[in-house]
Structure formats: structure tokens, C-alpha cells
């Protein structure tokens, strides 16, 4: 189920346009005035913290002090660039390649078990079926700190504590994943042409990897979309299971320097605050180029 | 469905399965194993320590602990506040978005989900730096019209974390309402109009009544989430160590219990505790809220 995106037109000339729905709550001009204040009130209040990092990311440390922070003062963008790829080693750019491979191969990963896992319980009736859906439904309640714990013990059991694995092992089982998978096959895969596939002699697997994947695109960019999203906001895990600095996210990264401002004197507050900035680049890139599909993720996830 | 070919769709499960066992059930299995001992250290801790069995003990001891019990509660009271705050206004901008045509919804959509594309940890640093008296612009603007905040005071920590996961979660819990709100047949107004209804009482009668799954579900992933609030608060107490003590919320405490004081037996049972507390609170809100519905 994914929803039409609105062609974006050019809008016409402002004096004439209407802005509400001809058949809506405001039909009245004071109605529709008192909307638009409300909605630009709360887009002020949501993009304004994001204004404020922009242009602080753009400061010397004199001007981030003591110039007024909603506004432009000197521009030290480049400068600040540079201090944070070349702080301790360029250990930045190592931060930001740990926090692709983890939330891209991981979620890769994910998503293909998840669309398997998601076509059998969709369309094969087999014992143990109702089982594993209770099992994917009831994991939704369990708290973090449950699973990471232990999970912590196992892995240091294993020797894999502080290496890649100990991040993206936890990546390939998705519960929430497997659930979207499931609805969506239900949604795009019809009984039919599987039948038609098989009496054409096409093999399980054949049909799975040939047919059923390419007819799933859709679904299956949204539940990478929303993993990746999920593994590159990660904090607790990565806290627990990383111990080193070599493997750290960005998130844990710069959780540190926040931390080193107020441990060693050394002020590290310029560096967090462009170091934050670029953290939320790819993840803005990701997610308007693909937010058709990560708003039906969302829709389907309220249908339940 | 013949035989064969039901046991080659379970294949399609079995990776699932297999990881699904060691990464979730075989976690919780040993971490309710790990609950029920406790290590005795011998003589003046020189010696190895020794693993007893003690039963239910640690549990006793995590409900008798003011400390945890403290932290769920202080958690509980913040949810009680916060989430319908923000479902509220998630609710009524909504409603906003509803009663405009569909293009400049669509405008006032995406500027309204920017705070959602910036991950958790991210968004406390900002509203760190924001909040801070040295850097941020609110401190100013405060002094300008004749207040003197302190966002770090002690009393306001929770206002000052609310208002961050408040500024994070509007717009995610506004799409997940407005795409429910899609949903009511449109010919359901027309016939309001016609009986003389006006707008308010259509937004209240057939809007709100509508969307009232929608709102269960954001609720209960709200309530979900803030039970194992860690992210923000360990962020502030990275600023101000002083009012955000380590056993601030109850996974902190999990945390400091397993990794800093190093009682592991003691942070599993407080993790199974915590696992049955959400389960009830999530149980006793849906009754609640569907039942208020028959």
C-alpha cells in the first residue's frame, strides 16, 4: 500500500489561491488565517533548533561565545570542516564509515531475511507459523536493556565484543521488519501467479529470488529505509557492545566529545556542534529521496 | 497446501528462526538464569568470586529498592505529562493539516518532520547546546524579556528534556494521525453540514472519535519508548553531572548496576522487572483506552 506522492505544481498567483479545502473547517478568511498561524508557529518551533546549529557550525569559537547564535557571524565553516576530520587522527571520517557499514550492510542484511521470513508467513500455511508471528508481534514490548545485557555476556563469550560483528549480527533480525514484510507481500504477491510459476515448473527458491522480489521493490525500500534509519540512531547498543573508539558510530562519537568538554578543560563545543551538523546530512539526503516509502512504512505501521 | 511444499515455505522462515533464538530468546532465557544468583565475593575480595543460588532474592531486593523504584516512578509521572501534551498538539495539527488542501499540507508535512530526520542523540546535543547559558540563544532571549532561566536547575530537567522529546516526536506522531484522518469517508462531513453541524463539533464527533486507533497506537509506542528513556538524560547528565544523578531513570540504573558497579546478577533480574512492568503498563493502557471505546 503506498501512498500517491501530490505532483508538486507550480503555485498560482498568491491573491487568488485557496489553501484550505473547499469543503473544510475554515471556510471563513479569520478560520483559515488561524491555521496558517498555528502551522507556522509549529514549523518555526520545529526548524528553528536546526537554523540555529547551521549557522553555528559556521562560527569561530570567539563568535559562537558572544555573537547572537540566530545569526551569521564571520564564516568559518571550512575552517571548522577541517578541525573536525583532522581532530585525533581523522577518527571522524572512521566514526562516520563505521555508522554506513553498520546501519547499510546490517540493514541489507535485515531486510532480505525480513522479505524472505515475511513471503513464508504470508503464503505458505506450515505448523509453527502462528508461533513465529506471536513471537515477532510480542518482541515489540520487550525493553532494550533485556536483550543487550546478555547479549553483551554472549558476545564476550564469543570474543566478538568491540568488533563490527557485535553491531551488525544484531541488524539482521528485525521483528519490526519481518511484520512490514509480511503485510506487504500480503498486499503485492497474488496466490496465482505463484501457482502459475510453480505449474511452469519454476522452483521455490527461482520464484522467491526472480518474481516475488522484484514484485516486493516497493516494500522492500521501505523496510531498509526505516532499518537504516533505526541502526544509524542506535545509541544504546553500540554504547554496550563497542568499547573501543575505532568502532565507534558517529553518535557514540560525538556522545564523547560532548563529554570531553567538561572532563579535560579542552572545549570542544565547535567541533560537536559541525560534527552534529554532518551527522544529519546523510540521513536528511536519505530520507527526502526516499520519502514516499518511508511514509507508507509509517502508514502501514498505524494501520495495525 | 500439499506437503512438501509447506515445508519448503517454512525453510523461507528458518534464518529467521534461528537468529530470532539467539539473538532474542536465548538473551531473555539467560538473562532470567543470570536473575537468580548472585556472586559472593570470598574473604576480603582477593579470592575468586563464587556464583550462588539465591532464587528470587534480587528480585526482592529491586522492588525494595528506593533507588529503582524512584526512577520507574519519576518516569511513570514524566510519561503522565508529557505524552498527552504531545499528542495533543500532534492531534491538532493534524486536524490543521486536514482542513487544508492537499499541496500546502504537503509543504507544512515536510517542514514539520525535520526534527524526525535527526537521530535521537543528535537532537539532545542541539537542545544541550541550546539550552546551554554559554552558547545557546534561549538564555539571552530569556535574560532580554526579563527571565532568568536555568535550564540545567534541578526543577527544570524534565521540562527541559520534555520539551526535546516533545520538538522530536510531533511530527512523527502527526503523520501517523493525519494518514489515519485520510481515511474518514468525506460524504460523513457533507452530511454533518447538512444537519447544521458546525466545524468544532465535526472535528470533535467524527474527526477525533475516528482517528482514536491511531492515537492508542502512538500512545502506547510513546509509553513503550519512555519507559527505557537513556539517550537524553545521559546526555544532560554529560553536561550537568550535578542534577541528573546516575540512577536518574531506570535504565541508567541497569546500566551503572551492570557495567560500573559490576553486579550483573542484580541488572538482570532489575531488566526482567522493568520487561514486566512494560508489559502490564502497555497491557493496562490498551484496556483502558479500548474500553472506554465500548
Known amino acids: 500500500m503506498v501512498l500517491t506522492e501530490h505532483p508538486t505544481e507550480r503555485p498560482p498567483v498568491r491573491s487568488v489561491r485557496r489553501l484550505t479545502r473547499p469543503d473544510a473547517a475554515s471556510r471563513g478568511r479569520g478560520g483559515q488565517r488561524f491555521l496558517l498561524v498555528g502551522l507556522i508557529l509549529a514549523s518555526v518551533y520545529s526548524l528553528f533548533p536546526v537554523w540555529w546549529l547551521i549557522v553555528a557550525a559556521t562560527k569561530d569559537r570567539t563568535a559562537l561565545y558572544q555573537s547572537n547564535g540566530l545569526w551569521f557571524s564571520g564564516w568559518h565553516l571550512w575552517d571548522n570542516l577541517q578541525q573536525v576530520f583532522t581532530y585525533q587522527d581523522g577518527i571522524f571520517l572512521r566514526w562516520t564509515a563505521n555508522s554506513f557499514l553498520y546501519a547499510g550492510v546490517g540493514s541489507l542484511g535485515g531486510t532480505l531475511i525480513a522479505l524472505a521470513t515475511g513471503y513464508g508467513l504470508a503464503r505458505f500455511d506450515f505448523p509453527g507459523r502462528n508461533v513465529i508471528f506471536a513471537c515477532v508481534v510480542g518482541s515489540f514490548l520487550i525493553p532494550i536493556a533485556l536483550l543487550t545485557l546478555p547479549l553483551y555476556l554472549l558476545f564476550s563469550a564469543l570474543g566478538m565484543v568491540d568488533t563490527p560483528w557485535a553491531m551488525l549480527i544484531p541488524c539482521l533480525i528485525n521483528p519490526f521488519s519481518v511484520y512490514l514484510a509480511k503485510v506487504y507481500t500480503e498486499a503485492t504477491v497474488p496466490y496465482e501467479l505463484l501457482e502459475a510459476a510453480r505449474i511452469d515448473g519454476a522452483g521455490e527458491l527461482r520464484i522467491f529470488f526472480s518474481i516475488v522480489l522484484r514484485m516486493m521493490t516497493t516494500g522492500g525500500a521501505t523496510v531498509f529505509l526505516l532499518a537504516f534509519v533505526n541502526t544509524w540512531n542506535a545509541f544504546f547498543l553500540p554504547l554496550t557492545v563497542l568499547r573501543g573508539k575505532e568502532n565507534w558510530t558517529l553518535n557514540l562519537g560525538l556522545y564523547n566529545w560532548t563529554g570531553t568538554r567538561l572532563e579535560s578543560g579542552i572545549d570542544l563545543t565547535g567541533l560537536v556542534l559541525t560534527g552534529a551538523l554532518l551527522s544529519i546530512v546523510p540521513m536528511a539526503i536519505m530520507m527526502v529521496a526516499m520519502r514516499r516509502y518511508w511514509r507508507s512504512g509509517v502508514t502501514l505501521g498505524a494501520l495495525k | ?294
Open chain 2, 1 to 294: 497446501m500439499i506437503r512438501s511444499l509447506r515445508w519448503k515455505g517454512a525453510a523461507f522462515t528458518v534464518p529467521f528462526q534461528l537468529g530470532f533464538v539467539f539473538l532474542y530468546l536465548l538473551p531473555i532465557g539467560y538473562a532470567v538464569y543470570e536473575s537468580l544468583f548472585t556472586e559472593k565475593q570470598s574473604g576480603l575480595g582477593l579470592g575468586g568470586a563464587t556464583t550462588e543460588f539465591v532464587g528470587l532474592d534480587n528480585y526482592g531486593q529491586g522492588l525494595t529498592d528506593s533507588a529503582f523504584m524512584n526512577s520507574i516512578l519519576r518516569v511513570v509521572l514524566f510519561a503522565c505529562v508529557q505524552i498527552p501534551f504531545m499528542l495533543l498538539i500532534s492531534l491538532l495539527l493534524a486536524l490543521f493539516l486536514d482542513a487544508l488542501t492537499s499541496r500546502v499540507a504537503s509543504r507544512f508535512r515536510i517542514l514539520l518532520l525535520v526534527p524526525y530526520m535527526i537521530p535521537g542523540v543528535v537532537a539532545a546535543i542541539v537542545w544541550v547546546n541550546l539550552y546551554s547559558p554559554d552558547v545557546g540563544p534561549l538564555t539571552p532571549i530569556g535574560k532580554a524579556l526579563g527571565f532568568d532561566w536555568n535550564f540545567f536547575a534541578p526543577s527544570m530537567v524534565w521540562p527541559s528534556i520534555g520539551n526535546l522529546l516533545t520538538w522530536h516526536g510531533i511530527g512523527y506522531n502527526m503523520v501517523i494521525i493525519y494518514s489515519a484522518l485520510q481515511g474518514v469517508p468525506r460524504d460523513l462531513f457533507e452530511a454533518a453540514r447538512l444537519d447544521g453541524a458546525s466545524e468544532l463539533r465535526i472535528a470533535r464527533s467524527i474527526k477525533i472519535p475516528y482517528v482514536r486507533g491511531a492515537l492508542v497506537l502512538t500512545g502506547l509506542l510513546s509509553i513503550i519508548q519512555m519507559l527505557q528513556i537513556f539517550n537524553e538524560p545521559a546526555l544532560f547528565r554529560n553536561i550537568t553531572p550535578q542534577t541528573v544523578s546516575d540512577s536518574f531513570t531506570p535504565i541508567m540504573i541497569i546500566y551503572n548496576q551492570a557495567f560500573n558497579a559490576g553486579n550483573y546478577n542484580y541488572a538482570a533480574a532489575l531488566s526482567v522487572l522493568l520487561a514486566l512492568i512494560l508489559g502490564v503498563a502497555s497491557f493496562l493502557f490498551y484496556r483502558l483506552t479500548s474500553k472506554e471505546a465500548d
